[in-house]
């Protein structure tokens, strides 16, 4: 059984007829657990519609995807929920976060959606939330951190579940160089200690010397453009 | 209900705004009922307190006391039939009090006079002073509400434009019919009051206004077709009979409906809205995982919360409201009207933020990206 994120051949089409767009064109990737892999590209270059594929949030046209060795592109609205929750950590663009918890919060509230919460879960969103500097921060709401601060808290609460794979889309978006750095760093750090597999999409070039591979999207188009 | 009540405390202000509202609303609804309890019982309280189940009228008297005129030799007949268990006469006529010769305003006070059978079910329990009895024609059981306008135990009081005084021998308490005071007297002396023209009877013997049944399981239309010339309805029928009792009823009734449907409009709006500002909040939280059952229920409890909250703080608000209503309003709060209109607001509370819940489960988690059109 193969582990991490196996996708092939896989076509996105939108639109009927002549209005057809084809964001996808046959992509196949593969990466595997401790793998940190960076998705480069213009936008409208269909990086977005890649991520949703992999995030288990789009049904791609054809192809295949794998998570863990399941097929999920067949599965139903409901059961792909649970696969998110179970199976996939998200780091979006800053402040998506939950404005009304607090740090601690923003970490149980994934254990909460999957049923109840214990004395472990929170000794290890504790030790996460440490781990990530965030250990003087765990009673602040998110519009009392800095962007960093925020970046790190969804940093934590992807690995909050445990997941086998980390999608982040332009997680430094909104932060100047030095803590895009720090964010990014902690990121590798952390899907090389816990071997997760990882895929970031991002506009930042300085960025990449943190992945093991780089891909470029081009008009749906996917190649290999270095490995490390 | 971990994500809802985080949320009710993090952005208090804009829940405190619905719960006043909503507090408001709860507040007129129980006021509302309050005050229709008070008219209907001012209006009917005599007979809806009385222990019969059925009432026997004239043929064609629309179920009203005072367009039904009977011969109380009837009575006997009546017990006699099928399932009917006891059968007593009843009578009614407005008057007006007077105390002594007083042409003042004040000593002027309207009545119902109840002419009834001494000692039969039709009795009510007298609490202060004693009961009618046939020895005593001229002595009655009155309404607590009287001792306000100034009478007491053993005073007489004339009534105006006949020759009776009456003597008070007992008091009563709930009794009032026609919106004013009942006062029972033996039915041979509201004969005397009610017939004193001569030929008001219609020549029937020992007329009466109605012939009240006890006993479960009559059938009023056996009842109808074996005594001839009578109609015979259910006690809560003969109620709705009374003059202007339907009409007065139906109108609060209709605010009340009016009153609910609009605060369905106005919570679900409301939530609706809290909802459609939480739209990309709850793409992220689908993204991450949610279920829609776990959303969903977010809302529901935040709704429940929010509501039980306000219905709470409605029902003491009316409660302090009635302790400082004027005593001659029509107020009337029982517990069970209470609880009963506490549900119903409850429900259309939890039913209008369901189109909430479905806005939810509509939200696509693509949302959580910011990047879709």
């Known amino acids: ?228 | 209900m971990f994500l809802a009540v985080k949320e009710l405390m993090h952005s208090k202000l804009k829940f405190l705004m619905i719960i006043i509202i909503f507090v408001l609303i709860a507040w007129l609804v129980f006021i509302l009922s309050g005050l229709g309890n008070g008219l209907s019982t001012l209006a009917a309280s005599t007979f809806k307190n009385m222990k019969a189940d059925y009432v026997i009228f004239e043929e064609g008297s629309q179920s009203s006391m005072s367009k039904s005129l009977l011969s109380g030799q009837r009575v006997p007949e009546a017990e006699k039939l099928p399932n009917v268990d006891v059968a007593a006469p009843m009578g009614s006529t407005m008057a007006t009090a007077m105390k002594g010769e007083s042409s003042k305003n004040e000593d002027k006070v309207d009545i119902a006079i109840i002419g009834i059978l001494p000692g039969s079910f039709l009795e009510p329990n007298v609490l202060e002073g004693q009961p009618l009895s046939p020895n005593n024609p001229t002595g009655v059981v009155v309404n607590t509400s009287l001792k306000d306008e100034g009478f007491k135990l053993r005073d007489t009081f004339q009534l105006d434009g006949t020759t009776e005084s009456l003597t008070i021998i007992g008091f009563v308490e709930n009794e009032t019919y026609n919106h004013v005071a009942s006062v029972f007297t033996p039915i041979d002396q509201w004969r005397k009051i009610a017939f004193a023209a001569p030929g008001s009877d219609k020549g029937l013997a020992e007329p009466v206004n109605a012939i009240m049944l006890q006993g479960k399981n009559i059938d009023a239309a056996e009842i109808s077709n074996k005594l001839s010339g009578t109609d015979t309805v259910t006690r809560s029928e003969a109620v709705q009979g009374m003059p202007g009792y339907k009409e007065e009823n139906g109108t609060i009734l209709m605010m009340l409906a009016f009153l609910l449907a609009i605060s369905a409009f106005v919570l679900g709006v409301f939530f609706y809205v809290i909802t459609m500002q939480k739209t990309n909040q709850f793409g992220i939280m689908k993204a991450i995982g949610a279920s829609n059952k776990f959303l969903s229920k977010t809302i529901v409890s935040q709704v429940f919360v929010l509501s039980v909250t306000s219905i709470l703080v409605g029902i003491l608000l009316t409660y302090g409201t009635a302790a400082i209503m004027p005593k001659g309003m029509p107020f009337k709060l029982e517990t069970s009207l209470v609880v009963t209109y506490s549900i119903i607001l409850l429900v259309i509370a939890m039913l209008s933020s369901l189109v909430s819940v479905r806005k939810i489960t509509k939200i696509d988690p693509l949302k959580a990206l910011g990047r879709v059109e």
Do not use: W
């Open chain 1, 1 to 228: 059984m193969t582990k991490g994120l196996q996708m092939k051949e896989v076509t996105m089409i939108y639109g009927e007829g002549s209005n057809q767009m084809k964001a996808l064109d046959h992509v196949s990737l593969s990466v595997e657990p401790g793998e940190f892999a960076a998705v480069v590209g213009p936008s409208g270059s269909g990086k977005s519609t890649f991520l949703s594929i992999a995030g288990a949030m789009l049904k791609a046209s054809e192809g295949e995807v794998r998570l863990n060795g399941n097929l999920i592109s067949t599965l139903t609205e409901k059961q792909l929920s649970t696969i998110r929750l179970k199976e996939i950590g998200f780091i979006m663009q800053s402040s998506n976060l939950v404005p009304y918890l607090h740090v601690l919060d923003q970490l149980l509230v994934v254990k909460r959606m999957s049923g109840t919460i214990n004395k472990e879960d929170q000794q290890f969103a504790m030790k996460l939330l440490e781990e990530l500097g965030l250990g003087q921060k765990l009673r602040k709401f998110p519009e009392e951190l800095s962007g960093g601060e925020k970046q790190r808290t969804a940093i934590a609460r992807a690995l909050m579940n445990d997941p086998n794979l980390i999608l982040a889309d332009e997680p430094t978006a909104s932060l100047d160089t030095k803590r895009a750095h720090e964010v990014v760093s902690l990121m590798a750090q952390e899907v090389k200690s816990r071997q997760k597999a990882a895929i970031m999409v991002t506009h930042d070039e300085r960025m990449l010397a943190y992945c093991d591979k780089v891909y470029r999207m081009n008009d749906g188009i996917l190649t290999l453009a270095a490995t490390s």
